[in-house]
Each structure stands twice: as C-alpha cells, then as structure tokens.
C-alpha cells in the first residue's frame, strides 16, 4: 500500500479511483448504519455514548438499539439504554435494561448503582437497598453507595439495620458531615431528639453550608414547638437550597405560629409556585386567607383540595363556611350536608346548615336540624360547641387527622422528611448544570435552521451559501448553533438520508464531480451526534480538496465536540485539541470575513481556560458580525470569570438585547450574589 506522502504526488484517475478505494475500504461507509454486519460496533456505541453526552436521549437510544439487535450478548448496550431512559423518566424500562446489563456482566457496580436509583424512583426502597449491597460488595470504597444504602434503609424504616450501617460509616469516614445528619434522622424518627441534636451538631460543625443538615435541624425545633428557632433555620436551608417545597411549608407553619401571617402567606405562595399541585400549601394557605378575610381565594384554594381529594369532608367543611359567609347559601348547604351525612352528631355542622335554610325560607328544614341539635343538649347535657379561641386558632393537627373539631386548623404533615439529593452520577439530568457555567455551543453547519434561541438573527455565510448553490445538495445546509435533541421522526428521517447518501457514494464514478456529497453526508452525520463519521468524511474530502474552508470548519466542530466527550470520560484529548485548533485556523486563513469561525475558536480558547486568547476571538466576532448576540454572552462570561463583573454584565446586557434572553437570568444570579 502507498503511503501518506506517495499518495501527494499527483492526482490521476489511477489516483482518484486509488482515494475511493481508499475511502470505501478504510472508512466502511459504502452502506446502510441499518445492515449490521456492515458498520463497526464500536463506533456505533461510541456514537450513542456520545449522543447520550450530548443528552440527545431518544437519539442515542437508536444507537445502542443497532448495537443490541446486532450482539444482543454486550452489557455496554443495555447499560447505556438504561442511562437515556432514566433521563427520559422511563424508570422502569431503566431497571429492566439494567437487569439485562447485569445477567450478562454481574461484576459492574455502576449497574447496581443505576437500577438502585432507578428502584429508588419507584419507591422500591427494599429491591434498591439490596442493588447497593452487591455494588458495595464490587466497590467497598465508595461513600456514595453507603449514603445510598443507609437512605434507602430510612425510606424502608428499617431503622436497625441504618443505624448500624450509618455507625460503620462514621467509623470509616469520619469528616463525611452528611453521615451524622443521616444519623440524626434516623434519632428522630426514632423520637430521640437529644442524641439527633447532638448529631446534627456535629454534622454542622464539620459543613456549616449543609442545607438538609438545617432543614433536620428545623425539625427537632418544629417537634418541640419552637416556632422562632425552626424559622432560623429553616431559613439557612432555604438560602443554601432555595428549592425544596418542604421547607417553605414548614417555615410557613413556624411564621404562622410568631404572627408572622404575611410571611407564612408569601411562603405558601413560593412553595405552590415550585409545586402547584401540594397539598398542605393549599389547604393551610385557605386557612390563613380565611383568617384574613379574603374569602373568595381561600374558596379557590379549598376548590383545588377538593378537586384532588373529593372525599376531604375538613376541605369541604371549610368551603361550606366560606360559601355560607359569601352568600352563596346553597352551595353553603350542599357541603354542609355532606359533612353531616359523614358524622350524623356534628353539632355545629347542623347549626350552621339551620342558619343557611332560614336564611332562605326553609323554616321546616331549619327547625329539623334545631331540633336535633336541643335534643343531643337535653340528653347529653352539652353545650354548643366553644368559639374559636385565640389558643385554638394557634393549634395545629396532623394531614390524617379528621376530628372535626379541629376544622379551624392549619395542617402538618403525618411525617416530616427531608428531601434528599442520593449521591449518584445519575441523580438529575445531564442538563442541569448551573446556567452561568455553560458558554453558549458552537457554530456549525446543520440541515437544520435555527429555530431557538435567538429569533431576530439569521446565521449567513459566503462559503455556505456558494457551496449550497454550486453543489445543490438534496437539502440546504444552513448555519446554526449545535442542533439540540432529536425526535423520533426526525432522527429516522436522518438515518434514511445518510442511507441515501451512502448508496450515491458507493456509486461514485468521477469523484472530482461528486465528492461534495462527502460535505453532505457529513453534515447529515453530525445532526446525529455521529462525530467520528463525521470527521472520517470530512478528512476524505479536504484530501480531495484542501482550499475548502467549510470543510475545515466542521471538522474543527466536530473534533471539539469529541474531544469534549473524550474528556468526560477521563482521557486525554490534548493532540486533537492541537488538531481541532489547526483546522480552525485554516478555515479562517481561508475565510477570514466569517465570525463564526471566531466565535468557534474562541470557544475553544475557553475551553481550554485560554481566556485572553478567546476574549480575543470573541471581539473579533462582533466586529464582524454585531448582532452576534451569543458572542456577547460567551465574552460576558469570561470577563466575569477573569473579574472583570461590571464589563461581564454589559456584555450579558446586549446578548439580552439581542434577543438570547438566558443572559437576564445570568444577570440577576450576579446581581443576587452581590
């Protein structure tokens, strides 16, 4: 075979017919993904993996279903399937492809771990316990399976066998403050609040920015009915994690309990703007806006309980009274007679209900229920049921309680627990990152327009638009940022046309005529996060043709995004970056009017934590293109990381300006910050 340098010399048709050979035999791209014996497992897998990096999860699920149905006998298929349906909240089908995954390699504690948390979700606290066993047993290191363990054995109420675990855990990992506060949880539960306060003493001494720690700690506060401590520190857990539905619940009954009513009302109202559909917030928010004489919301509120729970004969009670002081008196006694038919010797029920028929007229039915009323007096001697007291309106009871004597009364829950976050790789989405860490994504070229993000701005390149209109692609190829998830339609529709492409190359006979369908099915293959693919073609054609500055500028793309995902999985990527880097810069030797060229290479530049050179890049890019509003948004970025805040700002400020309106919420965390 020639060599590299041989195949320089000259370009013949010996040579041509030589490179399509070449490309046929050394990249296998003659034929369909969808023919399994013809495309390399490896790269296919790897393709998902990094589909699923990239979190196109029904996308990557393609992936490793080719590679399924092609060697059923990989665990790495199944496991990675199980990863994009966890993140796609298909629990259960997460747990029967890790199943699978673990039939064929027991030995893997990651799998354990994934269909722990996945059993977890389902609330199968007992079947996870026992995933961590075995995952603890192939990586007895690991704190986080222990953590996991021990919360699966509270959930479980298994409190001996937590207790026991949680000691050996405190014994091997003495600094590990969320080891005591899960000890101290497990005192409460078990009502031994001395011992819980000295664990969580210990657990806040060692991590004073512990969230849960406080919100454990408010609950021995609530326990004992220290409503001024309990809103302290219900308060620190709110500042460190300013989303738990919990706690602004339970800070709320604290406020309630110090008079502090306009702020347990703002409190009722956060929380049921992170949970619309709670319970306890809606119920103990009626309560309140009865207490303030803003009936006709607190009727919404009960409207809502009773749509969730139409058997909640409390909800219903209190509606009837809202309904009956509003004047709306037969609605009034529809609920009255509801809660009357549950309990027949609810005095005060048959009262308010007489009233009501009296007001309407209804003298015959009114008198029935006085009557019954002066007869339980005069048999048993009782006196009207007392009015709502200064002491009573301050009491509390629990959401199971139905004693009607407690109507007037806010609501706790049954059992207090603290919303935990398990310590697991997989314990939210892929997509949750902070907002103000991710520079906004590459320009590249895609069969798809941009159709997010920024509205007013159409991306638009010579070099594109001449390569569209000299080579006339099957589609035209358009400008965008990095595409985002697929759907399924779009994601068959896309394996269809680089089918299609594949059979024209395989067909090829003058190569020096067809090869832009290499650029095309390149392009094609990025859309579908298939990267290697990618840059196979793309090096095949700048070999045919090396004045290509769009060639180059996809493949630099290309290489960027899998060097990322090389570095997500703990290898080194240092001489592709330097590739990548060389690609950019002969893209822009050879096209140095286009920004996004700058743009890109000044991404590259921060990924790398070279921020002189990216802010460089980054100004370069709005010279040339000032409504480049990303450019603004990456350059705010870096000169706030290099401490450059008010600049940054400004910067955020004309992205928003521009129409990529995430720069507002960025602008607000510094501004909260300060």
């Given amino acids: 075979m020639k060599t590299g340098k041989d195949r320089k010399r000259g370009w013949g048709s010996e040579g041509l017919r030589y490179l399509l050979s070449f490309v046929v035999i050394c990249l296998g791209f003659v034929f369909p993904l969808t023919t399994h014996a013809q495309y390399n497992i490896d790269r296919v897998l790897n393709a998902g993996r990094g589909a699923l990096y990239y979190e196109d999860y029904v996308l990557s699920m393609q992936y490793f279903n080719q590679v399924i149905n092609a060697k059923p006998y990989l665990y790495e298929p199944w496991f990675y399937r199980a990863v994009a349906k966890y993140y796609l909240d298909d629990f259960q089908g997460a747990e029967m492809d890790c199943s699978e995954a673990i039939n064929l390699n027991p030995y893997i504690s990651g799998i354990y771990d994934l269909r722990g948390v996945c059993r977890i979700r389902m609330k199968k606290y007992k079947e996870a316990a026992a995933d961590y066993d075995m995952a603890i047993l192939h990586d007895p290191t690991s704190q986080a399976l222990w953590f996991n363990r021990a919360l699966c ?399 180059y500028w996809q493949r630099a793309v290309c290489q960027a995004l899998m060097n990322e995902f090389t570095q997500s999985q703990g290898m080194e990527a240092n001489l592709k970056t330097a590739r990548t880097l060389s690609d950019f810069e002969e893209a822009i030797r050879r096209n140095p009017q286009n920004a996004f060229l700058y743009y890109d290479r000044g991404n590259l530049y921060a990924s790398r934590q070279d921020y002189q050179h990216a802010l460089d890049d980054y100004t370069r890019a709005i010279a040339l293109e000032p409504n480049l509003a990303e450019a603004y948004y990456n350059r705010g970025l870096i000169l706030i990381r290099t401490g450059k805040k008010k600049e940054g700002i400004d910067d955020l400020s004309k992205a928003g300006e521009r129409g990529l309106y995430d720069a507002y919420s960025v602008i607000k965390q510094y501004r909260d910050k300060e």
């Avoid at 506060?181 to 991590?207: H, P």
């Avoid at 990152?433 to 390149?461: C, H, I, T, W």
């Fill in 153 to 551: 054995r509270i959930h479980d109420k298994d409190y001996d066998k937590a207790n026991f675990e949680l000691d050996s855990m405190m014994n091997r990992w003495k600094t590990n403050a969320k080891v005591y506060q899960l000890k101290a949880e497990v005192c409460m539960q078990q009502k031994d609040t001395v011992k819980a306060s000295t664990f969580l003493d210990k657990s806040l001494e060692l991590d004073p920015y512990d969230g849960e720690a406080w919100t454990v700690r408010a609950m021995i506060s609530l326990s004992r009915k220290k409503w001024k401590d309990a809103d302290d520190q219900l308060s620190k857990a709110i500042h460190l994690k300013p989303s738990v539905v919990g706690n602004y619940v339970n800070r709320a009954l604290a406020r309630y309990n110090i008079n502090n009513l306009r702020g347990a009302m703002a409190d009722y109202d956060k929380a049921l703007e992170l949970d619309p559909n709670n319970f306890l917030a809606h119920y103990n928010r009626g309560q309140l806006r009865v207490q303030v004489g803003d009936d006709n919301r607190a009727i919404d509120d009960f409207d809502f309980i009773i749509s969730k729970e139409p058997n909640n004969i409390m909800a219903i009670f209190n509606r009837a009274l809202l309904l009956d002081r509003t004047g709306d008196l037969q609605g009034a006694i529809r609920d009255y007679t509801r809660v009357i038919d549950e309990f027949p010797n609810f005095w005060t029920g048959l009262q308010y209900r007489a009233n009501c028929y009296r007001r309407l007229g209804m003298t015959a039915k009114a008198e029935l229920d006085e009557f019954r009323i002066l007869k339980a007096q005069m048999d048993k001697h009782l006196g009207i049921q007392p009015r709502w007291s200064k002491s009573k309106q301050k009491e509390v009871r629990k959401q199971s309680d139905i004693d009607m004597d407690k109507y007037n009364q806010l609501v706790e829950a049954d059992e207090n627990e603290v919303e935990h976050e398990y310590a697991s790789a997989y314990r939210g989405k892929v997509q949750n990152r902070k907002v103000d860490e991710d520079l906004m994504p590459m320009y590249v070229l895609s069969y798809r327009r941009q159709s997010e993000g920024v509205k007013s701005f159409n991306a638009f390149d010579n070099d594109v638009e001449h390569f569209n209109t000299t080579a006339h692609p099957s589609q035209p190829i358009y400008v965008r940022t990095h595409d985002k998830a697929l759907t399924q339609e779009e994601t068959q529709t896309f394996f269809t046309l680089i089918d299609n492409l594949s059979e024209r190359i395989a067909g090829i006979k003058d190569f020096t005529k067809d090869r832009s369908l290499l650029i095309e099915r390149a392009v094609a293959y990025t859309v579908v996060q298939n990267f290697d693919e990618a840059i196979n073609d793309l090096s095949a054609y700048i070999q045919t043709d090396s004045t290509s500055s769009v060639a």
